[in-house]
């Protein structure tokens, strides 16, 4: 839901078994609040942590560093108008951000075929 639809539908001081939530900046809201500990299971997707003097790495630089390069090296043969380099390292990081995005596709399934499931209310 909505935030807004959250605080419509279930009041501030609502409490028992959480049936829906919403997304506040980084925090979770649940409609009602939960009256007791509940185990859930969360499923999110990663931001890839930015480069810099206190960050000398990341995920994506450690597990698959092709896609640094190649990125860095298509919008270096741009700057240099050198057209045909900038196609092939551009065709070169479309290759290597397919495999990346297999790798997650895998890792998140099991390698299992995917379903559709109906959505469930938490």
Known sequence: ?????????????????????????????????????????LTYIQTIPALGDSQATNWLLTDHPDVYLYGALHELHLLMFDESRAALYDGKLRQAAGELLDSAIRRTSGGAPIRIRAPSVV
């Open 1 to 41: 839901m909505t935030l807004s639809e959250l605080r419509n539908t279930f009041s501030a001081n609502a409490a028992g078994r959480p049936q829906n939530y919403a997304v506040s900046g980084e925090t979770i809201l649940f409609g009602p609040a939960p009256d007791a500990a509940y185990a859930g299971r």
